[in-house]
Nanobody, 120 residues
Framework: VQLQASGGGSVQPGGSLRLSCAAS????????TGWFRQGPSNRREFVAG??????YYVDSVKGRFTMSRDNAKNSVFLQMDTLKSEDTGVYYC????????????????WGQGTLVTVSS
């Protein structure tokens, strides 16, 4: 499956962005899907994921970010509200044939990143 992420940009703290990840060559609902971000530390951090048994978030984004999936569009989305400077980074969507959402090494398919910059 090929993944295409979009929707990044520059916003002020407190603002919102909506990231999209469109899939081709496969049915996204058949995969565990996740959003990861890579900040100044260069470490790829789990942000949110959807598996067969639910939707999961890293603690730092709970209550601010919402991940959803539209099967008709074969896409997943990440609505990001009340953005903070520490949310800055390159965001990647990924898909896995497995069921574990949090470990980036478990994902076989990756989209290109989309840059999110939160700054005043």
């Amino acid at each position: 499956v090929q993944l295409q992420a979009s929707g990044g940009g520059s916003v002020q703290p407190g603002g919102s962005l909506r990231l999209s990840c469109a899939a081709s060559g496969g049915t996204l609902s058949s995969y565990t899907t996740g959003w990861f971000r890579q900040g100044p530390s260069n470490r790829r951090e789990f942000v949110a994921g959807i598996s067969w048994n639910g939707t999961y978030y890293v603690d730092s984004v709970k209550g601010r970010f919402t991940m959803s999936r539209d099967n008709a569009k074969n896409s997943v989305f990440l609505q990001m509200d009340t953005l903070k400077s520490e949310d800055t980074g390159v965001y990647y969507c990924a898909a896995s044939r497995g069921s574990r959402v949090g470990n980036p090494s478990g994902y076989e398919f990756w989209g290109q990143g989309t840059l999110v910059t939160v700054s005043s």
